[in-house]
């Protein structure tokens, strides 16, 4: 089996070498990962400025830098390597959860995948100052692995670590409430300037990829590339029909 490792802190993060260890166990493994960190850059691809792919081995693995994006990653690793089977991303410092999935990187590479219908997993653990110790997540990670495998008609998997795992949950997205703030600062020039930063919430709902984290399980959601909002298209066609009905 061939699986391409991506992720969207760059090619140097410890987190992705941790991912592409435990993949080994499955197969043949290959890292195509960013040159320099690409957070938060969603899937945004690159279509105006070439983009280069440079052998760059790291601890006996076979990996390559791009100096694109996380999605530009995924489409030139799986371009130059055939018949990838599985794609994994991350492993990310900082969780993907509620709308951070809309906003991630590491969900994006394995969303880029979906697209090239290559199945595949995003992987994220929390992150503050010290880097987390990954060989905590090990036994989850071939555990999720595992039983993707056994799920050929699910395309993506999100999954997100608390600190210390307890055990796994299948979730849903957690987006009741946007906690984005734009927080204003003032720099030695006296001039304005801003930062995004996050309101942490409290009370989210049982079954969502934020409650079983914050539970201490390790949170797995199916996503879906299909972003129609069946209900709204449903109430939608029942109100063109009821109008061309009285007509
Ligand atoms: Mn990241």
Redesign the pocket.
Known sequence: MRILVS???GVFSPGIRALAQVAQEFGQVRVVAPDV????MSHAITVRTPLHYQRTPIDGLEAYRVDGTPADCVALGAHHWEKVDLVLSGI???LNIGHNIWH???VAAAKQAAFLRIPAIAFSAPYSDDVPDFSVYESYVREVIAMFLQLPETPLLNVNFPRSPRGTRWTRQSVRHYEGLVIPGEDPMGRVHYWFSERPRQGVEEGTDRWAVENGFVSITPLRLDLTDEAALARAQAQLDAGLTSS
């Open positions: 992720n969207d802190d960190e690409q957070s938060a990310n410092l900082g991630s990187g590491t």
